[in-house]
């Protein structure tokens, strides 16, 4: 599964900033659901809890992020870099996890299908 980043952030500026932040506030949900996931691999404890860092960093700026969308300072010049943390973690298994979270988001969005 490969998410292009420069479509993903040229969808993200063609949504409304309602849709920008329904969107982000459904990423924040699906990557806390990710750590759970992670959480409960049988990796060993030390991988483990760099999944979890790296997914909460993804967390953090997505938030953040949100965070602007809502208060009415939302600057879009900054969803390349949200975006490319979101979807370009290190860990394989986190990529994976922040790549469903994604496109569960998107599919919700699109009115599609989230399953």
Not at 43 to 55: G, H, I, N, P
Not at 58 to 70: C, D, F, K, P, W
């Amino acid at each position: 599964m490969s998410i292009a980043l420069e479509s993903e952030v040229n969808w993200l500026q063609s949504l409304s900033a309602a849709d920008r932040a329904r969107f982000f506030a459904s990423l924040s949900h699906g990557l806390t659901v990710a750590v759970r996931v992670l959480c409960h691999s049988d990796a060993d404890a030390k991988e483990a809890l760099e999944a979890v860092r790296q997914l909460n960093e993804a967390h953090h700026r997505v938030a953040g992020y949100l965070t602007h969308i809502q208060g009415g300072s939302e600057d879009t010049a900054w969803l390349r870099a949200v975006t490319s943390y979101a979807i370009t973690p290190e860990l394989p298994a986190v990529r994976q996890q922040a790549h469903q979270a994604w496109q569960h988001a998107r599919a919700l969005i699109e009115g599609g299908s989230a399953a």
